[in-house]
């Protein structure tokens, strides 16, 4: 039973309009949410988080909701750049109650067209 | 940059014999994690330490062992690699508020 669900594997956009990757959860217990990008042939990097008692979390051009009624939460990018394109990893945690373990998403790919 | 390096970043092995892949970060970190990454999926998590020689295993640890006699090592061993074991190898350490990780670059590892 896959408890983290991103159900795009892909998704095509223009440089300059917004991104809006999305993510499903099952587990009421997770207390954070993390997303990650990741270039080929180099490791995941950490791109932004929110923790479950806020419904939203903004740095730059990337903001992340969560809607915990809906168990859903996604990541905008607005607006988007070429460099954007990569592959973006949703990710959950129970916190310390689970030693800090995340569980991932399957990933979907983002392409920005130039 | 969270210091962490991997070792060898590939590697081509045959069925049957053994593999050790090695972690090492240089900022003290006391949690480590492996994962692998295959086509199609997201990271699934191997095994994981909370510290020195503190391990235990995650989702899909079968045919996988690992040890970490320091903190900044943590070393991942394939007893007897399968093909099935062909894979990205990913370890990370986890820091920050949120339960953030941060990654290594990864060792691709080929079993023929």
């Known amino acids: 039973d896959q408890q983290v669900k991103q159900n795009s594997p892909s998704l095509s956009v223009q440089e300059g309009r917004i991104s809006i990757l999305n993510c499903d959860y099952t587990n009421s217990m997770f207390d954070y949410f993390l997303w990650y990008k990741k270039y080929p042939a180099e490791g995941p990097t950490f791109l932004i988080s929110?923790?479950?008692?806020?419904d939203k979390n903004e740095d730059g051009r990337f903001t992340v909701f969560l809607n915990k009624s809906a168990k859903h939460l996604s990541l905008h990018i607005v607006p988007s750049q070429p460099g954007d394109s990569a592959v973006y990893f949703c990710?959950?945690?129970?916190?310390?109650?689970?030693?800090?373990?995340?569980?991932f998403g399957d990933g979907t790919t983002l392409t920005v067209k130039p | 940059d969270a210091g962490i390096t991997q070792s060898p970043r590939h590697k081509v092995t045959e069925t049957g014999t053994p593999v050790t892949l090695r972690c090492h970060q240089t900022?003290?970190?006391?949690?480590m994690y492996w994962y692998r990454q295959d086509p199609g999926h997201g990271l699934r998590l191997i095994h994981y330490?909370?510290?020195?020689?503190?391990?235990d295993k995650g989702e899909v640890s079968d045919g996988y062992s690992v040890s970490r006699s320091k903190t900044e090592d943590f070393l991942l061993t394939l007893e007897s690699a399968t093909s099935s074991q062909t894979s990205v190898y990913f370890c990370a350490i986890r820091s920050g508020l949120a339960y953030e990780q941060y990654f290594g670059p990864g060792t691709r590892l080929t079993v023929t």
């Open positions: 900022e003290n970190h006391r949690y």
């Open positions: 929110i923790s479950s008692i806020k």
């Open positions: 990710a959950a945690s129970e916190g310390d109650t689970n030693a800090g373990k995340s569980t």
């Open positions: 330490s909370y510290g020195v020689k503190d391990t």
